[in-house]
């Protein structure tokens, strides 16, 4: 540490990397000593946009350092696997992007790892949009509270039209287009928060027992991507079975011919809840139950959670430092993280 800071290094400069940036620069507790990108004239650039004093096209530079405290890897996810390993030997913490990796073997080699050194605190990013905001931790309360009784099934669709990153978002990024660089299309880029946020709900006690993929869909319109290569899926749905019964209903779409809210429903013997997940959506949560043991009347209560402090990447590089200071409990190691891919990974071999 430095005057009582933690000293960071970023691996990558896109824009994922400036979100960490401005996170960890707001907790007033770190200092981003050096960044990496393999653009010597654009590292240049992001330097002087955030002030960062050191820059290389060689991320083992950062590793050299032995002020480095921790590391962000915000690289494409085909290369977190030997970064990852880098990071591990040089003795630095790791705050993860998400997916971790791109391979099963990857990951669990990455666990096996993390496993032989426990003196490393490593998080996995997949927190951002579920377990570190202000309407998980509500619909938490209301499930622990028992009012909507036992849960049975957790229906999950969000289906947008043209809202493809590398193509409608992002544009510059290619690699999302790349099943090679990015491990697959909507369900690695979005599966692990749903998997972070309804899994988390019930305690990350479920298993899953046995699945069944609907449907797995690309090429459903004809515009021009911009590149040669394009073989993520665009569209898929799946059904999962739980070891404690649950079914779990889940469709994500980037892009469909058709729309549909990114909305949440969770179904108990006692009541129900339903929201949208995300920070920038609807900040109400409503709660269905019948008063009096199921007995009286149907009740529908509008719960409105404060969502005016809460930037998600914020939240997540606040939480990163003070599990660092020992503040806090982390919320996605590495371990959980492979829970959810695995579950991903299931889901694509049924696809092949």
């Known amino acids: 540490?430095?005057?009582?800071?933690?000293?960071?290094?970023?691996?990558?400069?896109g824009m994922i990397a400036e979100k960490h940036i401005v996170g960890l620069q707001k907790t007033?507790?770190?200092?981003?000593?050096?960044v990496a990108r393999s653009n010597a004239s654009k590292l240049n650039e992001f330097q002087k946009q955030f002030n960062i004093p050191n820059g290389t096209t060689n991320y083992l530079e950062i590793l050299n350092d032995p002020q480095v405290n921790a590391v962000v890897?915000?690289?494409?996810?085909?290369m977190h696997y030997e970064m990852f390993k880098a990071c591990i030997k040089a003795g630095k913490h790791i705050l993860l992007e998400k997916p971790a990796a791109i391979k099963r073997e990857h990951i669990e080699e990455m666990v096996k790892l993390a496993e032989v050194h426990p003196e490393?605190?490593?998080?996995?990013c997949s927190a951002r949009h579920a377990r570190l905001t202000p309407k998980f931790r509500k619909v938490k309360e209301i499930i622990d509270s028992g009012v909507l009784g036992d849960i049975y099934y957790v229906h999950h669709n969000a289906v947008a039209r043209q809202s493809r990153p590398g193509i409608e978002y992002h544009p510059t990024a290619k690699w999302f287009l790349n099943k090679e660089i990015a491990g697959g299309g909507v369900l690695f880029d979005w599966g692990v928060y749903d998997l972070s946020f309804h899994l988390g709900l019930l305690n990350d006690i479920p298993q899953v027992e046995n699945m069944d993929l609907l449907f797995m869909k690309n090429g459903l319109d004809k515009k021009d991507p911009g590149t040669d290569v394009?073989?993520?899926?665009?569209?898929?749905?799946a059904q999962l079975h739980l070891s404690t019964?649950?079914?779990?209903?889940?469709?994500?779409a980037m892009n469909a011919n058709m729309e549909a809210e990114n909305e949440t429903r969770i179904y108990g013997t006692k009541g129900g809840v339903k929201l949208q997940l995300c920070t920038w959506?609807?900040?109400?949560?409503?709660?269905?139950?019948?008063s009096n043991e199921g007995k009286g009347i149907a009740r529908k209560e509008v719960i409105e959670v404060d969502m005016s402090q809460q930037e998600d990447n914020d939240a997540l590089s606040a939480h990163f430092v003070n599990v660092l200071l020992g503040k806090e409990k982390i919320a996605m190691p590495l371990s959980l993280a492979y829970k959810h891919l695995d579950i991903i990974y299931r889901l694509y071999d049924l696809n092949q």
Do not use: C
Not at 1 to 13: C, V
């Open 1 to 13: 540490m430095n005057d009582n800071k933690l000293i960071f290094g970023i691996i990558g400069a």
């Open 120 to 124: 490393l605190i490593i998080s996995d």
């Open 245 to 252: 019964g649950v079914k779990y209903y889940w469709e994500r």
């Open 230 to 237: 394009f073989d993520v899926e665009e569209h898929f749905a």
């Open 73 to 78: 890897i915000t690289s494409p996810p085909a």
């Open 28 to 34: 007033n507790q770190a200092e981003i000593k050096w």
């Open 281 to 290: 959506e609807r900040s109400t949560i409503e709660l269905f139950d019948v």
